[in-house]
Protein backbone atom coordinates (compact mmCIF):
# COMPACT_ATOMS: atom_id res chain seq x y z
CA UNK A 1 0.00 0.00 0.00
CA UNK A 2 1.05 3.34 -1.10
CA UNK A 3 2.14 5.38 2.13
CA UNK A 4 4.38 8.40 3.49
CA UNK A 5 5.23 8.82 6.53
CA UNK A 6 6.75 12.11 8.33
CA UNK A 7 8.51 12.23 11.49
CA UNK A 8 9.26 13.91 14.06
CA UNK A 9 5.00 14.82 14.39
CA UNK A 10 6.20 18.40 16.20
CA UNK A 11 10.06 19.84 16.56
CA UNK A 12 10.81 22.91 18.75
CA UNK A 13 13.52 24.72 17.83
CA UNK A 14 16.01 27.52 19.00
CA UNK A 15 15.94 30.61 16.89
CA UNK A 16 19.22 29.39 14.71
CA UNK A 17 19.40 25.95 15.64
CA UNK A 18 19.47 23.78 12.65
CA UNK A 19 17.31 20.77 12.17
CA UNK A 20 15.92 18.26 9.71
CA UNK A 21 12.50 16.42 9.06
CA UNK A 22 11.88 13.31 7.91
CA UNK A 23 9.38 11.69 4.73
CA UNK A 24 9.88 7.85 4.21
CA UNK A 25 7.53 6.97 1.49
CA UNK A 26 6.73 3.53 -0.12
CA UNK A 27 4.96 4.63 -3.20
CA UNK A 28 5.29 2.79 -6.64
CA UNK A 29 6.23 4.34 -9.86
CA UNK A 30 6.88 7.52 -7.49
CA UNK A 31 6.30 10.70 -10.46
CA UNK A 32 7.38 13.22 -7.73
CA UNK A 33 7.94 14.04 -3.93
CA UNK A 34 6.09 17.64 -2.98
CA UNK A 35 6.73 19.34 -0.15
CA UNK A 36 4.31 21.83 1.34
CA UNK A 37 4.24 24.52 3.98
CA UNK A 38 0.97 25.34 5.66
CA UNK A 39 0.13 27.83 7.80
CA UNK A 40 -2.71 28.15 10.60
CA UNK A 41 -6.22 28.57 8.86
CA UNK A 42 -5.12 28.63 5.18
CA UNK A 43 -4.13 26.34 2.86
CA UNK A 44 -0.90 24.55 1.74
CA UNK A 45 2.06 26.68 0.07
CA UNK A 46 3.68 24.98 -2.40
CA UNK A 47 7.65 25.01 -1.61
CA UNK A 48 9.45 21.75 -3.69
CA UNK A 49 9.12 19.19 -6.37
CA UNK A 50 11.81 16.22 -6.65
CA UNK A 51 12.21 13.78 -9.32
CA UNK A 52 14.77 11.74 -9.04
CA UNK A 53 17.21 10.55 -5.83
CA UNK A 54 20.06 12.76 -5.19
CA UNK A 55 18.04 16.06 -6.35
CA UNK A 56 18.16 18.83 -4.21
CA UNK A 57 16.16 22.08 -3.94
CA UNK A 58 16.83 25.30 -1.99
CA UNK A 59 14.68 27.85 -1.00
CA UNK A 60 16.01 30.41 1.81
CA UNK A 61 16.97 28.72 4.96
CA UNK A 62 14.94 25.81 3.57
CA UNK A 63 16.82 22.35 1.56
CA UNK A 64 14.90 19.74 0.22
CA UNK A 65 16.69 16.30 -0.48
CA UNK A 66 15.36 12.83 -1.48
CA UNK A 67 16.77 9.21 -2.11
CA UNK A 68 15.07 6.21 -3.36
CA UNK A 69 13.16 5.52 0.37
CA UNK A 70 12.76 8.97 1.65
CA UNK A 71 13.49 13.45 1.47
CA UNK A 72 14.53 15.08 4.32
CA UNK A 73 13.76 18.89 4.44
CA UNK A 74 16.56 20.65 6.29
CA UNK A 75 16.14 24.26 7.91
CA UNK A 76 18.98 26.24 8.24
CA UNK A 77 19.25 28.83 11.05
CA UNK A 78 15.11 29.17 11.52
CA UNK A 79 13.51 31.92 12.53
CA UNK A 80 10.10 32.21 14.12
CA UNK A 81 8.56 32.89 10.73
CA UNK A 82 9.44 29.45 9.39
CA UNK A 83 6.94 28.19 12.16
CA UNK A 84 4.64 26.16 10.39
CA UNK A 85 3.70 22.60 9.62
CA UNK A 86 5.11 21.24 7.13
CA UNK A 87 3.84 18.07 4.74
CA UNK A 88 5.40 16.14 2.53
CA UNK A 89 3.17 14.54 -0.38
CA UNK A 90 4.59 11.30 -2.98
CA UNK A 91 3.02 11.56 -6.20
CA UNK A 92 1.83 8.14 -8.36
CA UNK A 93 0.56 8.15 -11.54
CA UNK A 94 -0.61 11.09 -12.88
CA UNK A 95 -1.89 12.46 -10.44
CA UNK A 96 -2.59 11.21 -7.00
CA UNK A 97 -0.88 12.67 -3.66
CA UNK A 98 -0.12 11.00 -1.08
CA UNK A 99 -0.17 12.75 2.14
CA UNK A 100 1.97 12.74 5.60
CA UNK A 101 0.63 13.59 8.35
CA UNK A 102 2.95 16.37 8.72
CA UNK A 103 5.60 17.75 10.67
CA UNK A 104 4.39 20.65 12.95
CA UNK A 105 7.68 23.37 13.43
CA UNK A 106 7.94 26.09 16.66
CA UNK A 107 10.82 28.22 16.58
CA UNK A 108 11.19 29.95 19.46
CA UNK A 109 13.03 33.78 19.47
CA UNK B 1 -3.13 36.07 -10.22
CA UNK B 2 -5.25 35.69 -7.28
CA UNK B 3 -4.70 32.20 -6.65
CA UNK B 4 -7.03 29.40 -6.10
CA UNK B 5 -10.17 31.16 -4.51
CA UNK B 6 -12.52 29.69 -2.76
CA UNK B 7 -15.82 30.44 -0.86
CA UNK B 8 -17.50 30.70 1.61
CA UNK B 9 -14.27 30.71 4.59
CA UNK B 10 -16.46 29.06 7.14
CA UNK B 11 -19.78 27.60 6.86
CA UNK B 12 -21.72 26.26 10.52
CA UNK B 13 -25.09 24.30 9.41
CA UNK B 14 -27.44 21.81 10.99
CA UNK B 15 -27.57 18.79 10.01
CA UNK B 16 -29.59 17.82 7.07
CA UNK B 17 -29.02 20.51 5.39
CA UNK B 18 -27.66 20.76 2.37
CA UNK B 19 -23.82 22.68 1.97
CA UNK B 20 -22.66 24.12 -1.15
CA UNK B 21 -18.59 25.15 -1.21
CA UNK B 22 -17.51 26.84 -3.92
CA UNK B 23 -14.22 27.10 -6.00
CA UNK B 24 -12.16 29.32 -8.79
CA UNK B 25 -9.24 27.54 -9.99
CA UNK B 26 -6.48 29.65 -11.52
CA UNK B 27 -6.81 30.59 -14.69
CA UNK B 28 -4.67 28.17 -17.25
CA UNK B 29 -4.54 25.46 -15.34
CA UNK B 30 -6.75 22.19 -16.44
CA UNK B 31 -6.46 20.22 -13.32
CA UNK B 32 -8.52 20.53 -10.56
CA UNK B 33 -8.82 18.81 -6.95
CA UNK B 34 -11.01 18.65 -3.97
CA UNK B 35 -9.43 17.54 -0.29
CA UNK B 36 -10.81 17.24 2.57
CA UNK B 37 -8.72 17.54 5.90
CA UNK B 38 -9.14 16.12 9.45
CA UNK B 39 -7.10 15.57 12.32
CA UNK B 40 -7.50 11.85 12.31
CA UNK B 41 -6.95 11.36 8.77
CA UNK B 42 -4.91 14.28 7.31
CA UNK B 43 -5.28 15.72 3.69
CA UNK B 44 -7.47 13.31 1.85
CA UNK B 45 -8.14 13.49 -2.25
CA UNK B 46 -12.32 13.35 -2.47
CA UNK B 47 -12.24 13.96 -6.57
CA UNK B 48 -10.56 14.81 -9.48
CA UNK B 49 -11.15 16.82 -12.44
CA UNK B 50 -9.23 17.26 -15.70
CA UNK B 51 -10.67 19.88 -18.51
CA UNK B 52 -13.30 19.78 -16.44
CA UNK B 53 -14.30 15.98 -16.20
CA UNK B 54 -14.61 13.83 -13.41
CA UNK B 55 -11.88 11.55 -13.86
CA UNK B 56 -11.40 9.82 -10.20
CA UNK B 57 -14.27 9.67 -7.20
CA UNK B 58 -13.19 7.46 -5.74
CA UNK B 59 -12.20 9.18 -2.77
CA UNK B 60 -15.61 10.86 -2.57
CA UNK B 61 -17.25 9.16 0.60
CA UNK B 62 -20.54 8.42 -0.03
CA UNK B 63 -23.55 9.27 -2.29
CA UNK B 64 -24.45 12.67 -0.20
CA UNK B 65 -21.39 14.15 -1.70
CA UNK B 66 -21.27 15.71 -5.22
CA UNK B 67 -19.10 17.72 -7.43
CA UNK B 68 -19.41 19.21 -10.71
CA UNK B 69 -17.26 21.71 -12.96
CA UNK B 70 -19.46 23.31 -15.07
CA UNK B 71 -16.81 25.28 -16.63
CA UNK B 72 -13.25 26.05 -16.05
CA UNK B 73 -13.05 28.75 -13.98
CA UNK B 74 -15.95 27.07 -11.39
CA UNK B 75 -16.38 24.12 -9.38
CA UNK B 76 -18.83 23.20 -6.22
CA UNK B 77 -18.75 20.53 -4.04
CA UNK B 78 -22.08 19.98 -2.30
CA UNK B 79 -23.03 17.49 0.28
CA UNK B 80 -26.71 16.79 1.27
CA UNK B 81 -27.69 15.89 3.70
CA UNK B 82 -24.64 17.14 5.90
CA UNK B 83 -23.67 15.42 8.84
CA UNK B 84 -21.50 16.11 11.66
CA UNK B 85 -18.95 13.75 10.91
CA UNK B 86 -18.64 15.42 7.02
CA UNK B 87 -17.41 18.39 9.40
CA UNK B 88 -13.21 19.35 8.38
CA UNK B 89 -12.17 21.79 6.44
CA UNK B 90 -12.48 21.40 2.45
CA UNK B 91 -9.44 23.06 0.03
CA UNK B 92 -9.95 22.99 -3.80
CA UNK B 93 -6.68 22.97 -5.82
CA UNK B 94 -5.68 23.21 -9.07
CA UNK B 95 -2.70 22.93 -11.81
CA UNK B 96 -1.19 22.86 -14.65
CA UNK B 97 -0.56 19.43 -16.63
CA UNK B 98 1.09 17.34 -14.24
CA UNK B 99 2.45 20.08 -12.29
CA UNK B 100 2.53 21.31 -8.68
CA UNK B 101 -0.88 21.64 -7.01
CA UNK B 102 -1.85 25.08 -5.30
CA UNK B 103 -4.25 25.44 -2.86
CA UNK B 104 -6.95 27.83 -2.04
CA UNK B 105 -7.81 29.03 2.28
CA UNK B 106 -9.91 25.93 2.62
CA UNK B 107 -13.88 26.23 3.86
CA UNK B 108 -13.96 25.32 7.67
CA UNK B 109 -17.51 22.73 7.66
CA UNK B 110 -19.19 22.76 11.04
CA UNK B 111 -22.43 20.49 10.75
CA UNK B 112 -23.90 20.71 14.20
Known amino acids: EDQVTQSPEALRLQEGESSSLNCSYTVSGLRGLFWYRQDPGKGPEFLFTLYSAGEEKEKERLKATLTKKESFLHITAPKPEDSATYLCAAKYGDYKLSFGAGTTVTVRA | DAGVIQSPRHEVTEMGQEVTLRCKPISGHNSLFWYRQTMMRGLELLIY????????DSGMPEDRFSAKMPNASFSTLKIQPSEPRDSAVYFCASSHLSGEAFFGQGTRLTVV
Open chain 2, 49 to 56: FNNNVPID
